[in-house]
């Protein structure tokens, strides 16, 4: 069995959740087991070592599982992107749109410095909407944004095209 189906098989499926006709891919059942962890850390270390990254940022809240495991296996620093109101220092943010409404991302104003080589670590890609403001938030730091790191990708919620044309998007299972 490859990597990518022992990943693949290791996600539970939930059917009408979070409301009817939705299927949740649940990670939760791939973290707890210790070889599916492996395989996921080396999976995104694979795309992403080598290629000079001073900086893993991790988006809240399962991000920050993946990407502090990547940062230190690449030899990176990890930078927290969360919701508002949860960092203690000064702070940037970047609004985004919901279906229904708008929300927002934080990180420390000092988190990273211009010119960094970052890329951006997440659980799930679905509609793009985080990814997106994560992404537009590092470049208004003066970052330069080397890519996009996923477990899963939702591709009928066409996300990966809602990114910048110019960003590499890595993604292990694919729904």
């Known amino acids: 069995m490859s990597s990518i189906e022992l990943v693949r098989d290791r996600i539970r499926a939930i059917k009408d959740f979070p409301i009817k006709g939705i299927i949740f891919r649940d990670i ?6 210790k070889e599916a962890l492996s395989a996921m850390i080396d999976y995104l270390s ?3 070592a080598g290629k000079g990254i001073d900086y893993v940022a991790v988006i809240e809240s399962r ?14 620093g990890c930078i927290l992107i969360r919701k508002p109101g949860k960092l ?3 702070t940037i943010s970047e609004e985004y749109q919901l279906e229904y409404g708008t929300d927002k991302l934080e990180m420390h104003k000092d988190a990273v410095e211009k010119g960094k080589k970052v890329i951006i670590i997440d ?8 990814v997106k403001a994560a992404y537009r938030l ?15 990708e939702l591709t009928d919620l066409k ?8 960003l590499e998007v ?3 299972v694919k729904y």
């Open 88 to 90: 203690p220092a000064e």
């Open 46 to 48: 694979g795309e992403f």
């Open 63 to 76: 991000g920050f599982i993946f990407g502090s495991a990547l940062a230190y296996k690449i030899g990176a």
């Open 138 to 152: 590092l470049k208004k730091a003066g970052a330069e944004v080397a890519g996009a790191g996923f477990i899963v």
């Open 170 to 172: 890595v993604t292990m």
């Open 123 to 130: 659980d799930l890609l679905a509609t793009g909407g985080t």
């Open 28 to 33: 939760t059942t791939a973290i707890k087991d």
């Open 159 to 166: 996300g990966r095209e809602n990114l910048p044309q110019d």
